[in-house]
């Protein structure tokens, strides 16, 4: 299976900033997707990380809000821009290799002021 | 919209006893399901995958996959207190994108 790292493991931010958050694979996958978990709550998708195109966002999420970058097959970066209390969250990074089984990375916790 | 449902509440089990979780999934067409485990504040671990309809098992688990009835199960025998973590349903809806149900958590009592 894939070791996934995430960086910052946790972040405390003002409202109207942007976080850029960074995940690294230790080995080529196939796919990187990034989740979100709400507090409490269970795993949303945002967006399957495309590497070098754009990224396919699922419905209510959007490029301008979460700008995602895949320039390689091992590293992706999503950034949640102009930040509201509300994108209080824990990120969550994701990847598959030559199945569909996918693995998770340990998660950013972001908190918004 | 694609929807995985898991509607028991928390769910207590003495230690040794069969803990049995439930999941139902609106997509027709997904193949694949996952079972998660997530202890409070990890991330979500791979527990079994399964993509027939039937049983299969792994050790304590065994999960069951009914695509007539869009039905998917979990269960942990010999429940250990160390079993004690939310368990996640997910359904894969195509290209690898899961869809998440909110989540059973079990209590494994010593």
């Known amino acids: 299976s894939a070791v996934i790292s995430q960086k910052p493991s946790r972040d405390i931010c003002q409202r109207g900033t942007s976080l850029t958050i960074q995940c690294q694979v230790d080995s080529q996958v196939t796919m990187m997707f990034w989740y979100r978990q709400q507090p409490g709550q269970s795993l949303t998708l945002i967006a399957t990380?495309?590497?070098?195109?754009?990224?396919?966002?699922e419905s209510g999420f959007v490029i301008d809000k979460f700008p995602i970058s895949r320039p390689n097959l091992t590293f992706s970066t999503l950034t949640v821009s102009n930040m509201s209390p509300e994108d209080s969250s824990i990120y969550l990074c994701s990847a598959t290799a030559s199945t569909d089984t996918q693995y998770f990375g340990p998660g950013t916790r972001l908190t918004v002021l | 919209q694609k929807e995985v449902e898991q509607n028991s509440g928390p769910l207590s089990v003495p230690e040794g006893a069969i803990a049995s979780l439930n999941c139902t999934y609106s997509?027709?067409?997904?193949?694949?399901f996952f079972w998660y485990r997530q202890y409070s504040g990890k991330s979500p671990e791979l527990i079994m995958s399964i993509y027939s309809n039937g049983d299969k098992e792994d050790g304590r688990f065994t999960a069951q996959l009914n695509k007539a009835s869009q039905y998917v199960s979990l269960l942990i025998r010999d429940s250990q207190p160390s079993d004690s973590a939310t368990y996640l349903c997910a359904a894969n809806y195509g290209n690898n994108r899961l869809a998440f149900g909110k989540g059973n958590q079990v209590v494994v009592i010593p």
């Open positions: 997509d027709r067409g997904s193949q694949s």
């Open positions: 990380a495309n590497q070098g195109s754009e990224a396919t966002y």
